[in-house]
C-alpha cells in the first residue's frame, strides 16, 4: 500500500500551463496528474544529482570545506 499524496498548490504561466495540457493531452492524462508527474521526475531527478555530486566532492577532500570557511568546525 503506498503512502497518501501530499497536496501542493502552484501557478503557472499561460505558456506552461499549455504545455501541461498538450503534454496531458497525449498521455490522456488531466493536468494535475501530469503536474504531478513531471514534478516529482524532475525533483527526484535532481536529488539523485545532487546526492551524487556531494560523494564525488567527498572522494576529493572537499566535505567541510564550506563548514570550515564559516568558522563552524569544531564547535558543540
Not at 505558456?15 to 498521455?27: Q, R, T
Amino acid at each position: 500500500m503506498s503512502e497518501p499524496l501530499k497536496s501542493v498548490h502552484v501557478r503557472l504561466s499561460p505558456e506552461a500551463h499549455k504545455v501541461l495540457s498538450a503534454i496531458g493531452d497525449i498521455e490522456d492524462k488531466d493536468n494535475a496528474e501530469m503536474a504531478r508527474l513531471i514534478l516529482e521526475e524532475v525533483l527526484l531527478g535532481r536529488v539523485h544529482t545532487l546526492m551524487l555530486t556531494a560523494q564525488r566532492y567527498k572522494g576529493l577532500g572537499f566535505s567541510g570545506i564550506l563548514r570550515d570557511l564559516e568558522g563552524k568546525a569544531g564547535k558543540g
